[in-house]
């Protein structure tokens, strides 16, 4: 039986990534018709074509899109055997870890990991990518290493781990006409709310509580992160109703005159988790960013 060369996966793998010729022979140290001979005998191999011409660049077929994931799992798992003892020392490690999460992970734990960074692994660096609208294949597709969110509807194949539970409290500046009495439901929606979303939504399941009791909020405010909802809290008369109760302990270094209140309707908390693509299990330097992330959480929660 004729031995595949294989060669040829990581030069299919790295202009799959590239989606140029010259792009793969820049990262592959090749001159340029080196990586189209390349590309010319993975062609052969395959019997497809892989990357056809569109306008001035180059965009993969429907059989290299089929093949992407599994040619970029074989390239990281030959990778991994060639440098787990590098790996396994994680104060020479160059490398970026990439996080989807948002602002209250990173604000809460964010300052605990990069100083536990800088000690364990100083020559990693950490990017923290934004929560999308349609970004549901980023673990798969190993644009993200760690995803950290409340969402349950990874695909079966994603490893998910639970961090801890997430309660709410309500959110007014300190003088607050609020405070001047008990806060009830009714009292609740008779100043104007702040909605956090990042799909700029200004409804919630707290509506739908409210509405079950008949009443019914003004959103005056809509922003995408907590933490410039809380900014706008300080000098107005406006509530934010879903904060996130673990985020507290950020507010004092702040130094706003905030003040918070437990909501007056009943609200289910949510779970927060970390997932991660089954490849990574075994990485040693991923299976530290996972356990230094759980630590963190259960020492929060005891």
């Not at 001035?56 to 390239?75: D, I, K, M, N, S």
Request: some cysteine.
């Amino acid at each position: 039986m004729q031995i595949p060369d294989l060669n040829l996966l990581i030069a299919l793998n790295v202009l799959l990534e590239e989606g140029s010729v010259v792009g793969a022979a820049r990262r592959m140290n090749l001159s340029a018709p080196a990586m189209s001979r390349t590309l010319t005998r993975i062609r052969e191999a395959l019997n497809d074509p892989i990357l056809v011409r569109s306008g001035r660049g180059l965009v993969p077929t429907p059989r290299a899109l089929e093949l992407r994931e599994q040619v970029r799992g074989v390239v990281e798992l030959a990778h991994g055997v060639f440098t787990q003892s590098q790996d396994s020392d994680l104060r020479q490690l160059e490398r970026t870890f990439s996080i989807r999460a948002n602002d209250v992970f990173f604000g809460v734990y964010g300052g605990a990991l990069r100083e536990k960074m800088a000690q364990e692994m100083p020559k990693a660096a950490l990017r923290v990518v934004p929560e999308g609208f349609t970004d549901d294949e980023a673990l798969s597709e190993g644009r993200i290493d760690l995803a950290i969110c409340a969402t349950n509807t990874f695909g079966a194949d994603i490893k998910v781990q639970k961090l801890f539970t997430c309660p709410f409290v309500g959110l007014a500046r300190e003088g607050h006409p609020i405070f001047d009495r008990a806060i009830t439901a009714q009292h609740f929606v008779e100043y104007d709310h702040i909605s956090v979303s990042r799909r700029g939504r200004a409804r919630g399941p707290i509506d739908t509580v409210l509405a079950e009791q008949g009443l019914v909020r003004h959103v005056s405010f809509t922003t995408p992160t907590f933490y410039s909802a809380i900014f706008a809290l300080a000098g107005a008369n406006l509530i934010l109703p879903l904060m996130p109760q673990i985020l507290l302990k950020t507010l004092e270094p702040l130094g706003l005159k905030l003040r918070a209140f437990e909501l007056p309707i009943a609200l289910q908390p949510v779970e927060i988790s970390q997932a991660w693509h089954p490849r990574l299990d075994n990485d040693h330097a991923h299976r530290w960013l996972r356990r230094t992330l759980k630590t963190f959480c259960d020492n929060a929660v005891s």
